[in-house]
T-cell receptor, first 113, second 114 residues
Framework: GNSVTQMEGPVTLSEEAFLTINCTYT??????LFWYVQYPGEGLQLLLK?????DKGSNKGFEATYRKETTSFHLEKGSVQVSDSAVYFC????????????FGTGTRLQVTL | NAGVTQTPKFQVLKTGQSMTLQCAQDMNHNSMYWYRQDPGMGLRLIYYSASEGTTDKGEVPNGYNVSRLNKREFSLRLESAAPSQTSVYFC?????????????FGEGSRLTVL
């Protein structure tokens, strides 16, 4: 079946450090890939997405590239801020309608001054 | 600018009690979902409604029932709560077929079953 594997957290970084959160997936066909972010006390919100191989999603300084050959969708940011502290979820969807989103377990990021 | 609204935000139940979580969206979305979030498990889909008048089971439907009351509202009912249902519940909505695939989430409802 479909699955998403994320690196375990928490990830603790100093402000302005480089961030990578690894995500790999197992899926039949060619799913769309997503990163959602959950700030403390809030619901999840879409951070970025990519719908086909080699697509790069980007938003708020975050980037992720859909790598079909390595089945990966790693999240990166060149310089994190304290306000980026949150839980990040990688997810895949092969229906095109979000009706069968499969989420990873989430990676908590803590950014300190 | 409400988006997806869930009530209640917090609830404590005793084993065997029943309750209903309410969810409403004002984005004219076709599809609505209920997820539960547990530590180390990520989000798991309980039930979803692809369109008004339809509901389908997700990954973990046992112990729950849902009602798509109209296009705006999708409720989740626990008929006889169990401690294993202690969790944070999220309602979400999306445009559905032909849409962007993005889910819009409510702020969550924290349920504790004693």
């Amino acid at each position: 079946g479909n699955s998403v594997t994320q690196m375990e957290g928490p990830v603790t970084l100093s402000e302005e450090a480089f961030l990578t959160i690894n995500c790999t997936y197992t899926a039949t066909g060619y799913p769309s890939l997503f990163w959602y972010v959950q700030y403390p006390g809030e619901g999840l919100q879409l951070l970025l997405k990519a719908t086909k191989a080699d697509d790069k999603g980007s938003n708020k300084g975050f980037e992720a590239t859909y790598r079909k050959e390595t089945t990966s969708f790693h999240l990166e940011k060149g310089s994190v801020q304290v306000s980026d502290s949150a839980v990040y979820f990688c997810a895949l969807d092969y229906t095109g309608t979000a009706s069968k989103l499969t989420f990873g377990t989430g990676t908590r990021l803590q950014v300190t001054l | 600018n409400a988006g997806v609204t869930q009530t209640p935000k917090f609830q404590v139940l005793k084993t065997g009690q029943s309750m209903t979580l309410q969810c409403a969206q004002d984005m004219n979305h076709n599809s609505m979902y209920w997820y539960r979030q547990d530590p180390g498990m990520g989000l798991r889909l309980i039930y979803y409604s692809a369109s008004e008048g339809t509901t389908d089971k997700g990954e973990v439907p046992n112990g729950y029932n849902v009602s798509r009351l109209n296009k705006r509202e999708f409720s989740l009912r626990l008929e006889s709560a169990a401690p294993s249902q202690t969790s944070v519940y999220f309602c979400a909505s999306s445009e559905g077929t032909g849409g962007s695939g993005e889910l819009f989430f409510g702020e969550g409802s924290r349920l504790t079953v004693l």
